[in-house]
């Protein structure tokens, strides 16, 4: 059966969620414990934003998964622990903000179809993952301890009033690109791609047919680029 919860106020008695149907949180979540949530292989959808300092771990199968909130926030006591998110479709719109305070604050993806990130940002203290087979529409600012996609990531054109705005990946450690890295238009965002102690790693940094605009990458401690 779907679930559905639909309230006018923040919520905070949500408790793991098994279903054999599609999930929709509407409200605002504060996390008062660790939350699952598995959808048998049907969408997942959240109305707003989520929060509170624990693990969210959200099990959709091939099913679309759609966050139109932040997930976490920019404070530490109401920043999320680890996410981890299993779905066809993914979709994350909302800005996400992970706290590694207690060793965590690790992020983890498996898209079988396209995952779209399009928030204002991406803050973790742990490392991103993309592990699915799907493709990645990118266009946010990624701050991580490392970051790694498994499948081609697609530079999108992210725009401020009229203006097209920079996008940056900061790494501490790593970023690796298993596959590619493409101007998913003609005009997509300039991209710095910046790793501190770790290195770098593409097949291909644009291509004839999906160019990028504009590419710096900055190793400034470690200066290995593959």
Avoid: H
């Amino acid at each position: 059966f779907p679930v559905t919860i639909s309230t006018n106020a923040t919520e905070t008695n949500i408790g793991n969620i098994t279903a054999n149907g599609a999930v929709t949180i509407n409200p605002p979540i504060t996390l008062t414990q660790d939350l699952t949530i598995n959808s048998g292989g049907n969408a997942v959808s959240f109305g707003s934003w989520i929060s509170g300092k624990y693990d969210l771990i959200i099990d959709a199968g091939t099913g679309n998964v759609s966050v139109a909130g932040s997930i976490g926030a920019d404070s530490g006591l109401t920043r999320l622990t680890n996410v981890s998110i299993t779905g066809g479709t993914i979709n994350l719109s909302g800005s996400i903000a992970l706290d590694g305070s207690t060793g965590k604050g690790n992020c983890i993806i498996n898209n079988s179809n396209s995952l779209t990130l399009t928030p204002s940002s991406i803050a973790i203290d742990g490392i991103f993952e993309q592990t699915g087979s799907g493709t990645v529409f990118f266009g946010t600012q990624l701050t991580a301890e490392s970051v790694s996609f498994a499948q081609d990531v697609n530079v999108l054109q992210v725009l401020s009033g009229s203006s097209i705005t920079p996008i940056n990946i900061i790494s501490t450690g790593d970023v690796t690109f298993s596959g590619n890295v493409l101007g998913a238009s003609s005009d997509v965002s300039p991209l710095t791609i910046t790793s501190y102690l770790g290195k770098i790693s593409a097949l291909y940094l644009g291509t004839d047919s999906n160019p990028l605009n504009q590419l710096t990458l900055s190793t400034p401690l470690y200066r290995d680029w593959e």
